[in-house]
């Protein structure tokens, strides 16, 4: 009996084994497939986004862009007045399509009494979009520990707080999308960003981690988009270092804003901005360490410390 049940038991392992070939040679097939056929963009026509950040820079263009999709937008930022300039050039065009919250995301409190303004006066949020953030850039020696811990209030335990806010929400419907803003920094760590690279690499874990979560507990119409841009002109990056500045030169935020909404409406998990450079790093990372910092070094792409 227990020599059948042993049988048994590797029969269904080896049946297993055989479906996970069959499967990842579908799965191959199919990334081959999209890489020349795009995938199709889902609408945003009912959709209730909320964004953080959104008084200026790629916040800004991302609320001024989803509207122009159709969807309701929610603007949330710490400075009132850009952030209210930003829903009034929104409905200037699309009237009653956007409205602005003034909100600290770095403390729970302060997100949960947002949480509940919203979910009152505009309904439950559809697409979360953490966008905030800061990039002090300097030698880690010269941050001090109000700044350092700054940087993670804002770039990391605001995601947490906007989850633990807005995730429930979401799940009572099952359905939703939620979007990450790491960095290639988040990727690759930098020279004069070292906490800004944590703090980012912090927020590229935490969306994966989260996304296997909520696939696990069978939440399978709730996406998760993680986005790595590089260098944007936004005036947070105010000494780049770019060596080829006509191969990598430095992008938009309309540019930015465009390719992350073209991301998020075909559900893709990560997106680096440019696109090449997510599949350049998986590239590298497969041959010796050195080897990619020697490619790094030649590449030249960085930031000088700067005052703040």
Known sequence: MTN?????????????????????????????????VPLPEKSLADDIVLITGTGHGIGKCLA?????????????????????????EINSKWKGKAIAYTCDVSTLEKVRELGEKVKSEVGTVTILVNNAGIMPCKPLEAHDEATIKKIFDINVFANFWMLDTFL??????????????????????????????ASKFAVRGLAEAMMDECREDGYKNIHFTSIFPYMVDTGLCKKPVIRFPSLLPLVTAESTAKEIITAVRRNLIEHSIPRPLLTFNNIFRCYPYKMALAFKDFMGSGVDAHDD
Do not use: R
């Not at 042993?6 to 191959?28: G, T």
């Not at 009572?172 to 979007?179: C, E, S, T, Y």
């Open 4 to 36: 059948q049940m042993e049988k048994m038991k590797w029969s269904s392992v080896f049946a297993e084994l055989l479906l996970l070939l069959v499967k990842s040679v579908y799965y191959i097939g199919e990334s081959i497939y999209y890489m020349f």
């Open 64 to 88: 001024m862009q989803f509207a122009d999709l159709c969807a309701k937008v929610v603007c949330v930022d710490i400075n009132a007045q850009s952030n209210e300039e930003t829903a009034k």
């Open 168 to 197: 429930p929400g979401i799940k009572a419907i099952n359905k939703g999308h939620l979007v990450f803003l790491s960095s290639m920094a988040g990727i690759i760590g930098l020279k004069n960003l070292v906490p800004y690279c």
